[in-house]
């Protein structure tokens, strides 16, 4: 997995390559602000970039936006100290396929990277905490894409990732494969994505 770190945190960053690269994580190159992450991602073509959200120059959401607007095949994983509703479902409805807390455990990262490389999501329990807020509070207003229309199994895997339940028991709990919880996640991001672009659709018409 070739992998781009972008933060403007040095010690952070430097210190997080070197455990990834002790995982094998092949980590091609590392940027202290959002433009210099885009330049790094268009010279590099790595399979993910790790990216914080509080950068100078250009921020992290919009380098998440020019990221998926012109490296698609680049994808994003969030990694933030923020676990505000806010900040979690504005860097999902930009675009980002996963979502993990700077004080979850190194494998967490290195499993977030894993299953975006392979088209998949991650988010951490903190994340999951926010997206279900974000989802209560939806279906509490009676809006009409409330959840992005989650399915009653999505809502669940939400609660227990919410809850910090490892897939395994996810899994058993809701009688699915355990493969099946990384594409529920997806899931549910993808739908609340498409939710965030219809909503903002409807403000402009």
């Known amino acids: 997995m070739r992998v781009v770190i972008a933060d403007d945190h040095t010690f952070y960053r430097e210190g997080l390559a070197r455990l990834l690269r002790k995982f094998g994580v092949d980590v091609v190159g590392e940027a202290a602000d959002g433009k210099a992450a885009v330049r790094l991602v268009e010279e590099t073509s790595p399979d993910v970039v790790l990216l914080d959200l509080r950068m100078p120059s250009v921020s992290g959401l919009d380098a998440i936006r020019m990221l998926t607007e012109h490296s698609a095949a680049t994808r994003v994983l969030v990694l933030s100290v923020s676990a505000e509703e806010s900040d979690v479902t504005e860097a999902i409805a930009a675009g980002a ?28 329990p903190g994340t999951a905490t926010a997206l279900l807020g974000r989802v209560r509070g939806a279906i509490e207003a009676g809006e009409d894409l409330a959840g992005g229309g989650l399915s009653t199994t999505e ?35 993808t739908k609340l994505q498409v939710e965030s672009r219809v909503r903002d659709a409807r403000r402009t018409t």
């Open 97 to 124: 396929n996963g979502y993990v807390l700077k004080d979850e455990p190194v494998e967490e990262v290195i499993a977030g990277i894993r299953a975006a490389a392979s088209g998949g999501a991650r988010i951490s």
């Open 155 to 189: 809502l669940q895997v939400l609660g227990l990732v919410a809850a910090g339940k490892p897939d395994r028991e996810v899994s058993e709990r809701l009688s699915i494969g355990e493969g099946a919880v990384g594409d529920y996640v997806r899931s549910i991001v």
